[in-house]
């Protein structure tokens, strides 16, 4: 299974910008989809995350700012982010996990760099 993200780029404080994630399988194929980012120096932390039964679940830090939802006819999963700060600035992933015959499978992207200047 493979992950596309895209979207990042370079925005304003305060700016919106939408991140988009397309597998290589159906997305009805996963038992959670989600973004985690890591900023320079940092480790790795969750952003939002959507599971099969259609809850979501946001970081503290991004609550009322971000939302995540699902695409079924194209197939994607998408970040919608807005009231952007600097500190939101870090690479994003897509991340998506199956649970196949008692085994967890997780998946990764490429990442896409976001960049909020002030």
């Known amino acids: 299974v493979q992950l596309q993200a895209f979207g990042g780029g370079l925005v304003q404080f305060g700016g919106s910008l939408k991140l988009s994630c397309a597998p290589s399988?159906?997305?009805?194929?996963?038992?959670?989809m989600g973004w985690y980012r890591q900023a320079p120096g940092k480790q790795r932390e969750l952003v939002a995350t959507?599971?099969?039964?259609?809850?979501?679940n946001y970081a503290d830090s991004v609550k009322g700012r971000f939302t995540i939802s699902v695409d079924n006819a194209k197939n994607t999963i998408s970040l919608q982010m807005s009231s952007l700060k600097p500190e939101d600035t870090a690479v994003y992933y897509c991340?998506?996990?199956?649970?196949?015959?008692?085994?967890?499978?997780?998946?990764w992207g490429q990442g896409t760099l976001v960049t909020v200047s002030s």
């Open positions: 991340n998506a996990d199956q649970l196949y015959m008692g085994h967890r499978y997780d998946y």
């Open positions: 399988a159906s997305i009805h194929s996963f038992n959670t």
């Open positions: 959507f599971t099969s039964g259609s809850s979501t």
